[in-house]
């Protein structure tokens, strides 16, 4: 046998043909076909963090995320079709080497915080709900209760948009955020600056 190689998804360009290939709805060895409709799509894991995937219009089906595209997500809503999204092989050999070496991905930012998004008409948001020990928020005045509505100035109105903002950073960045705090029916908003650590698993965040 001859043990197929990785090729070097950076290379793709919109338009080119690729094939979904896998056990599709049960039905093993089903084939769909498309081209790459976008290169750098930005899909959210569980862990809130987001992959650059491929945009593809190739049929996706439970089962079939096998061969050719590491198929991850699809858009399913009624009026919707040919909306895919693939891993690409150089953004997964990165995670995967990472993992193997030293057991979580490198690079990743974090704040030590778990909260959730708070989306209401005047108050929109990451709400926290804890500061975890060690999280630089820690002495910063933050509290459970706080909205973050803002990094660096940025407006953040959700837990994906406060992800993407923390991506742009490294550890040891520091970083200044906005924060709405209610009490009473009284509104304070103020800022606070925290510096970045390495996320390295052992705090969930939202």
Same mark, same amino acid.
């Given at each position: 046998?001859?043990?197929?190689?990785?090729?070097?998804?950076?290379?793709?360009?919109?338009?080119?043909?690729? =094939?979904?290939?896998?056990?599709?709805?049960?039905?093993?060895?089903?084939?769909?076909?498309?081209?790459?409709?976008?290169?750098?799509?930005?899909?959210?894991?569980?862990?809130?963090?987001?992959?650059?995937?491929?945009? =593809?219009?190739?049929?996706?089906?439970?089962?079939?995320?096998?061969?050719?595209?590491?198929?991850?997500?699809?858009?399913?809503?009624?009026?919707?079709?040919?909306?895919?999204?693939?891993?690409?092989?150089?953004?997964?050999? =990165?995670?995967?080497?990472?993992?193997?070496?030293?057991?979580?991905?490198?690079?990743?930012?974090?704040?030590?915080?778990?909260?959730?998004?708070?989306?209401?008409?005047?108050?929109?948001?990451?709400?926290?709900?804890?500061?975890?020990?060690?999280?630089?928020?820690?002495?910063?005045?933050?509290?459970?209760?706080?909205?973050?509505?803002?990094?660096?100035?940025?407006?953040?109105?959700?837990?994906?948009?406060?992800?993407?903002?923390?991506?742009?950073?490294?550890?040891?960045?520091?970083?200044?955020?906005?924060?709405? +705090?209610?009490?009473? +029916?009284?509104?304070?908003?103020?800022?606070?600056?925290?510096?970045?650590?390495?996320?390295?698993?052992?705090?969930?965040?939202?």
């Amino acid at each position: 046998l001859t043990p197929a190689e990785f090729g070097d998804s950076s290379q793709l360009q919109i338009g080119d043909k690729v =094939v979904a290939l896998g056990n599709a709805g049960g039905l093993s060895w089903t084939a769909t076909q498309g081209i790459v409709s976008g290169l750098a799509r930005d899909v959210y894991e569980d862990t809130g963090y987001a992959i650059k995937c491929l945009q =593809v219009d190739a049929a996706i089906n439970p089962g079939n995320s096998g061969g050719p595209l590491m198929n991850s997500a699809k858009t399913s809503l009624e009026g919707y079709e040919g909306l895919g999204f693939s891993i690409p092989i150089t953004e997964a050999q =990165v995670i995967v080497n990472d993992l193997t070496e030293y057991g979580y991905v490198t690079g990743r930012v974090t704040l030590g915080i778990r909260g959730v998004t708070i989306n209401q008409a005047e108050y929109k948001g990451f709400l926290i709900d804890s500061i975890n020990e060690g999280s630089p928020l820690e002495g910063t005045g933050a509290q459970r209760g706080d909205l973050i509505t803002h990094i660096d100035g940025v407006r953040v109105n959700n837990y994906g948009e406060l992800r993407s903002e923390l991506s742009k950073h490294s550890a040891g960045d520091t970083v200044t955020l906005t924060l709405l +705090r209610v009490e009473y +029916r009284r509104e304070n908003s103020f800022t606070v600056q925290a510096t970045l650590v390495e996320d390295r698993g052992q705090w969930l965040q939202g």
